[in-house]
């Protein structure tokens, strides 16, 4: 089992910044695939930043040149910086450990609020 909790969701001024974070309740960065996903009311879940265990990063279209996903080993900790903030990156922002082997290992987190508003 892999606990997750995130934290660092607030209200934020459009065009303001952010940081995400997810604490794991062990050391999994080493196998486990991370991910920000974020669900909006209304919308489905979806994808924001991805790392590898190896370390390769990717994002969604809308939140390249934006948004940086980053991890701390020693900390176990995972990062989503989030600058240029628009109203539309409002949502619920979940934290995610993904693990494929022969089985499939997945966990979220609770979710943490961010809304951007003026």
């Known amino acids: 089992q892999v606990q997750l909790v995130e934290s660092g969701g607030d209200l934020v001024q459009p065009g303001g910044s952010l940081r995400l974070s997810c604490a794991a309740s062990?050391?999994?960065?080493?196998?486990?695939?991370m991910g920000w996903y974020r669900q909006a009311p209304g919308k489905q879940r979806e994808l924001v930043a991805a790392?590898?265990?190896?370390?390769?990063?990717n994002y969604a279209d809308s939140v390249k040149g934006r948004f940086t996903i980053s991890r701390d080993n020693a900390k176990n900790t995972m990062y989503l910086q989030m600058n240029s903030l628009k109203p539309e990156d409002t949502a619920v922002y979940y934290c995610?450990?993904?693990?494929?082997?022969?089985?499939?290992?997945?966990?979220w987190g609770q979710g943490t609020q961010v809304t951007v508003s003026a």
């Open positions: 790392i590898t265990s190896s370390g390769s990063t």
């Open positions: 995610n450990a993904q693990l494929k082997t022969i089985l499939t290992y997945n966990y």
């Open positions: 062990r050391s999994i960065f080493s196998i486990y695939a």
